[in-house]
Structures are given as C-alpha cells and as structure tokens.
C-alpha cells in the first residue's frame, strides 16, 4: 500500500513536471522556425556564389592543364636533345681519341721505314742545316679521298715514303756530313728531276705481240682507254696543294688506271700498253704483266691514314658545330620550359587561393546547411515531443486515477497479509529445518550425478568411436570386397603361371639336384683346402715366431756388438784424452813374430797380465774416477742420436715442404698469368664500351714477383691524358671499376650476381651504357641490382620495390613487365612513381 501512495505521488509530480516541459518545448519551436525561414535566404545566396567560384577555378585549372602539357611536350623535347647532345659528346670523344691515336702514329712516324725516321729526325732538329733541303715524303703532300686512299697507297707504294728535295746540291752536302750511313733505304727525289716514271716501265711483250694487241682501244677526250670498267684515272682521285708540286699527281700517277675488276685490267692491256692498274679490291697488274694480289691492311697505308686523319678533323668541326647548335637548342627549350614553370606557379597560386575561397564558401554553405537541418529536425523533434508529452500526461493521469484506486484496495489486503505472515513465519521455520535435510541429500545426490555424468560422457564417446570404427571396417570391408575380386582373378592367373612353372619347375629341381651334387664335392675340396690353409697358417705362424725370436737375438747381438764397439771406442778415446795413447797404433806395433804362414803370434797373457797390473797402480797413484762419467757420456751421446735424427726428419720434411711450395708456387704464377691476361684483355675491352672509348690497362708493379706484385689500373677516357685511377672524378672511378669487376666475373661467371647502387654516381648516359653492358652477360648469369635510377629500371625484366605508403607499415610492390601488354606497360612517370620513397630492386 506505501508502496502505490508513493507512485501516486510519483505520478502526479510526473504530470506536473511534463507539463512544464510541454510549454519550454512550444517556445523553443516557434523560436527555430524563425531562424530556419533567416537561414533559407542566407543559403540561397551562398550557392550562388559557390556556383559563380567552381566555374572560374574550373578554367583556371583547363590553363593549368594545357600548359603542363605543353610543359611535357618541351620536356620531352629537352630530354631527347639532351640525350642528342650526349651522344655528339660521346661520339665526339670517340673521334677525338681516334684523332689522338692517329696524331701520335703521325707524330711518331709509325709505319715508316728505319731510313725515313731517321731523316725525319734530322730534318726536325732545331737547326738543320743542309737537311733544310728536304721538303717533306710524298705522301704529306698528297690529297686523297678515304675510300680510295688505300687504292692510292697501292698505285704508290714505297714512292709513298720519298723525300722530296729543293736542293740536291744541299741534299749531296748533308749526306757527305753524315758519319754513317741509314740504318734503312731512303729515296730523295729532286723536284727538277720528277718525271713520270711510268713513261720508263717496261711493257708486258707477250700482250704487245698479241693479235689483241694489234686492235687498238679507243681513247676518251682524257686520253683514257674508253671502257666501262674504268672507274678513274689515279690522277684525278689526287691533288696538291702546294704551289710548287700542282703537277706531282700527275708525274706520279699519270699512266695509272683504277678499274672495277682484274678481268677488266687484262681486257684494257690487252688493246694498250704502258698503263698501269689498281682494281677495287687492292690488285695490282703492272705495265710488264706482273700481277699483285692479297689482303692488304688498308689502315697500314699512310695515305689512309692521313685520310682518316683529315675526315675526323672535319667530322670533329661538324661535331662542334652540331653540339654548338644543339646547346642553343637545349638553352632556348630549357627557357620556354622555365616561362612555363614560372606561369604554371602563378596559375598554381590563384587556383590555390580559388581553391580555397571555395573551400571556405563550401564549409560555411556546409555549416548554413548543417544549421537548417539541425533546426528543422528540432522543430519536427520538438512538435513530436509536444504530441507524445501531451499524450503521457493523458496516460500518467489515468494512472494516477488507477493508482489511487488500488492504494485504498491494497490497505486493506495488507492487514490481511499481516495476520498471513505471522503464521508463515513459523511455517518457515519448520521448513528451514526440512530444507537443511535434503540440501544433505541433495549433495550426495549431485556427487552420484556427477560420476553418473562422466560415465555417461566416456560411454558416448566410446559410442562415437565405435561408429567410426564401424565406418572405417564398412570401408575396409568394401575394399576387401574388391580385392577379393582382383585377388581370385590373380590367383586364375597364378594357378595358369604355376602350372607353367611346375614344368619349369621339374626342369630346375634336376638342375638343382646337379648343383647341390657339385657344391658338396666343392664344399669337401673347399673344406680340404681350408684344412690345409690352416696347417700352412700355423706353420707360417711358427716361422714367424721362430724368425721374430731370431730378430729378437739377432737384434740383441747387435745392440751388444754396438755396445761393445762403444765401450772400446770409448776406452780409445779415453786413453787418447788422459794418456796420448792410440791403442790401434799400440797394436799393430806390438813386437810379435811373424809365424810361418804370415800371421802374427799371440800376445803373451803373463806380460799383458804384469801391463795391467803396472797400469792400474799407475791408475790408483793418479787418485779417484768419476764413475758416472761413462752413463753421462751414453745418454749424451743417446741425445744427441735422436736429436741427430730429428734434425734428419725436419731437414727431410723441409726439403719437401720447399719442394711442394716451388710447385704451388709455379701452378699459382701459370694460372695467375693466365687470369691475369685474361681479365687484362676482358678489362680493356669493357672499358672501351662503358666509355664509349677510350683505353685503359691494368699493370703489375713488379713483373719478376707477379704473386706478390701489386696491380695498377691505368686508363684514359675518351678526350683526357692517360692517368692513374686515383685521379679520375667519381663517375669515371665507377665506371672503371664496374670494367674491372664484370672482366673479372666474365674470367669466371656465376649464375648470379648481385650489384648494390653501382650507378649512383653515373648520368644517363653512363647508366644506358651499363646496362647494354650488362645485357650482354645474361646468356649466362642473372643480375640483381639495388638502384634508384629510372634509366636502369626500364631496362629490367621484374622490378620488386619495398614503399611504405603507411606510416610504419612497409608494402613489397613486384612488378614483371612480360606479363604486362604493350599498350598498357608504364611510362616513365607511372615507373618514377612505383619507385618514389623506396630501394627498388630489379632482376
């Protein structure tokens, strides 16, 4: 009954309470949908201005983009004639050491004769004198196209390597100076004298009495023989530019013809006489019929030479100039390139500050919006508050109606319940005693439950072990079921192979009948022998006893012949030391008769008895003996034969330890030698195609000691003086070493190698040149390289990098550009951003 008074009132103060709230909630709402109908117009005029900002930022990033592009498409133009210009340097590097090789052959005037450097010499002193005569050989005054210099150098010969002389008066005066003659022949043609020396070449009689020599060949306007195999007179492939020697050409070479072929030679001497012929492929035909054939070497030739030596002067112009150009070029694109930067920052900022205006009108049309909402859902939150507020003081009032009602109904059940709880009370007392005794026979019962419980768990899971086991034999039984069936079918065909082998079977019992007859006369024979053996053993045993002990006594009787020999060599020296008596002297000049037959007599034992005794006195008057003396002397003379015999043993093993050092020594030095100009060979050309020229070597500091000698690597880029790899800059050190390293690997390849950041210090160029290096080695051996360089990237056939695109988490990215198609593998951007932030690995 307290218990309903007090929802009553419970209820009431609800009633009060909500009608309270009831009226704060019809103000709130009337107050938000005034600032709901405000926020309408203040959003309106937002989106307006948001849509008038997107639109200008829109065409500010449509410039952007265009001129990004437009940016790309100059970059691509700058990197295409930066790689232009890279490869005119590298290309002008090569000429330029070509050009180098070829002034040093000229300078030094290789390929010369003995006689001719000599005169060289003479004439480059700083005075002369007479020898100022001489102007120069041939050849430094001939002019002649590359691809006929070495046909030039044919139709020339030893006339090459003449000497021209202003003054043979000089000329006579300097060789009468000279003290000794040439080490070599030298020619000095005179100029007064330079007639043409094919006007006195004997002619080929056997042509000229030829019937095909009576017709004769027509002649050009030239005074040529007309004939389409003709390709020109030698002549006019040459000139001079020296005013004095205009007709030098002419003199040397004006009865000389190059044709196509030896055919076309013998057709044109044929029908005239007295010219000579130099074919396309280096033959010569004289005007007396001789014929010249064979390789020459053409780069021998000095007119080649200087040929090739003039070509790469004007290559090495035209190089200069291209580069020049393309300087300007790549200057002019790096300058549009940086206008571009310079108007795409600009862009940049003011779509950035659109950006944000935008940004910022969006956040406030975001929190105007957000506002609408949270109004208009408190207005619609607000009036379904009122409706249901309204509604739960209905309810609360019609329950505080039934609550009032049930209080005065509940007084009156309670003093009904009073009188019923004093008689339960004593009910309860009685029961508690009653509950006590069966809680004691509940717990007994719950322990019976208990193992009842666990029983019942293992039989179950006996019982489910039981099932499968029962599938398991169902199984097995099917199983067997089915090789029972194979099982009969294989025994029909064993009982059909038994009845074969039973008659085979007949057939090998009386082979085996035979055998087991052989192996019992064989057993008995083997148990004969094995008797006999045995015998023999023991009496070999016996004879090796015997022969032991006879060792062993013949062994003592030598130890005691020693011991004896010993002792009388020691009585020997003894009475040499203490007595100077030498006691074989002693006794081959005892005085004994001579017998009869020669031999001596006797000594006599009285008077050798009377000796010893005299002797000892003697002994006994000269005092006491060291008696430990002669035991010292044994041991001594015992250490010293073992250590005699160590000594033996150690200069044995010495020599032998000498021996097999001299044999490692020699395999190590052949096979060092032979690596050595292996890797020296291997080095020398890597180098030139990591450099793109070039020339380098590695040298041993001491030739005479190549195992303990040091190794100095000498080289020279293309366009540098030789110098030692301590001088060169960091890429050039890479890339030398990088020479060396795959030399040595190409000596002896692995199936791997393993390359950690070697192109760190390389450009583009470089790097291109590497990996074409690199690619020539993968028909034996796979590279794994650690890089950072895009331009090594692209050359790879798997890429694996290692990003965190996370913060502490790290990501393995592989990428195998087989698997990709053509139109969609990476571009160069797409690649630089796979390995952006990482050690990307490629293979």
Known sequence: ????????????????????????????????????????????????????????????????????????????????TNQLRADL?????????????????????????????????????????????VLGIIADFLTVRREYAPLIDLALGDRAQRFLVRDAGLLQQALRERPQPFSGRVSFLPLNLTAPENGQA??????????????????????????????????????????????????????????????TARAIAGHTSGHRFVTLQGEVLDPDGTVTVGTHHAEAGILSRKSELRELREKMVELERRLAETERDLGDLRERVAGLDRQAVTLQESIDVLAEQAADLRWRLGQHRQRRDGLHEEVTLSRSEISGVEKEIENLEHSWRQASAQAQEAEQQVRLLQARLEKADEEISERERQRQLHQQRCTAAKVGLAQVAERLAALRAKHRQIETDLQQRRQERVQGERQLQDSRARMAESQRSMLQASAAQATWYQNKEARERRLVELNQDRELKRQERHVLGEQAQAARTTW?????????????????????????????????????????????????????????????????????????????????????????ENRAGNLKAQANDLAAAKQALQEIIGK??????????????????????????????????????????????????????????????????????????????????????????????????????????????????????HFIIITHSKRTMTVADVLYGVTMQESGISKRVAVRFEDWPEDALPQNGQAVDLAVGSDTTVG
Not at 216 to 241: D, K, Q
Not at 604 to 625: D, P, T, W
Not at 710 to 719: D, L
Not at 752 to 765: Q, S
């Open 202 to 263: 004997r002619t080929n009689r056997l042509l000229e009495l030829s019937r095909r020599s009576r017709m004769r060949m027509p002649l050009s306007p030239e005074g040529v023989p007309a004939h389409t195999g003709i390709v020109a007179l030698a002549e006019h492939l040459v000139a001079c530019e020296h005013p004095e020697l205009g007709d030098l050409p002419a003199q040397l070479l004006g009865q000389t013809l190059i044709v196509r072929d030896l055919d």
């Open 664 to 781: 490692i020594n020699q395999d190590s030095r052949r096979l060092f030698a032979e690596s050595f100009a292996a890797i020296r060979t291997h080095f020398q050309e890597l180098f030139r195609k990591l450099f793109g020229g070039g020339m380098a070597d590695v040298v041993l500091e001491d030739e005479t000691d190549i195992l303990e000698s040091g190794v100095e690597i000498i080289a020279r880029p293309p366009g540098k003086e030789l110098r030692s790899i301590s001088l060169m800059s960091g890429g050039e050190k890479t890339l030398t070493a990088v020479a060396l390293l795959l030399a040595i690997f190409r000596s002896k390849p692995s199936p791997f190698c393993i390359l950690d950041e070697v192109d760190a210090a390389l450009d583009e160029a470089n790097i291109g040149r590497f990996t074409t290096v690199l690619r020539d080695f993968l028909d034996r051996s």
């Open 89 to 133: 340097r590298a290309e002008r590097s090569g000429v330029a050491s070509r050009m180098h090789v070829l002034e040093g052959l000229e300078k030094s005037h290789e390929g010369l004769d003995t006689g001719v450097r000599e005169v060289f010499a003479l004439m480059e002193q700083a005075d002369p004198g007479p020898w100022r005569a």
């Open 548 to 636: 032991q002990a006879q060792q062993e006594q013949a062994h003592a009787r030598e130890l005691e012949v020693n011991d004896l020999r010993h002792r009388r060599a020691t009585l020997v020296e003894r009475m040499r030391e203490d007595y100077q008596l030498d006691l074989a002297e002693l006794f081959r000049s005892r005085p004994a008769q001579a017998t009869r037959d020669g031999s001596r007599q006797p000594l006599n034992a009285e008077q050798v008895q009377e000796e010893i005794a005299e002797l000892r006195r003697k002994l006994s008057r000269l005092g006491s003996v060291n008696l430990d003396s002669l035991q010292e002397l044994a041991e001594l």
């Open 1 to 80: 009954a307290a218990h309903l008074q007090n929802d009553v009132v419970s209820i009431k103060a609800q009633v009060d309470q909500l009608q309270r709230g009831r009226e704060r909630l019809r103000q709130r709402s009337e107050q938000a949908a005034g600032h709901l109908a405000s926020l309408d117009v203040e959003l309106q005029e937002l989106t307006q201005a948001d849509e008038a900002l997107q639109a200008r930022l829109a065409g500010a990033r449509q410039t952007l983009a265009a001129e990004r592009q437009e940016r790309e498409r100059l970059q691509s133009l700058a990197d295409q």
